[in-house]
Nanobody, 113 residues
Framework: QVQVVESGGGLVQPGGSLRLSCAAS????????MGWYRQAQGKQREFVAT???????SYGDSVKGRFTISRDNAKNTVFLQMNSLKPEDTAVYYC???????WGQGTQVTVSA
């Protein structure tokens, strides 16, 4: 019954911004930690950001200062605000619940001129 659905991906130019959303259902959202991960073509999955049930955030080194994770418990949604996007940010972005993991299908982000 658990569903995790990412959205908001697309094609953006370098230096641009994009906001990803992850809507979860079938869980008590407010007690779960939430995370974003990404996987570029031919590369391993990379940690992007997490936000705990209490709102504490953590970021991967490659996105610190550019990305911001947040959550809206009333909407059962976690967001990833991405600024100053670079071509190397191109990847499929996945959302997951923690500690009992439920992965979404991912949303493609392509940063290209």
């Amino acid at each position: 019954q658990v569903q995790v659905v990412e959205s908001g991906g697309g094609l953006v130019q370098p230096g641009g911004s994009l906001r990803l959303s992850c809507a979860a259902s079938g869980i008590i959202f407010s007690i779960y930690d939430m995370g974003w991960y990404r996987q570029a073509q031919g590369k391993q999955r990379e940690f992007v950001a997490t936000i705990t049930r209490s709102g504490r955030t953590s970021y991967g080194d490659s996105v610190k200062g550019r990305f911001t994770i947040s959550r809206d418990n009333a909407k059962n949604t976690v967001f990833l605000q991405m600024n100053s996007l670079k071509p190397e940010d191109t990847a499929v972005y996945y959302c997951n619940t923690e500690p009992f993991t439920h992965w979404g299908q991912g949303t493609q982000v392509t940063v290209s001129a």
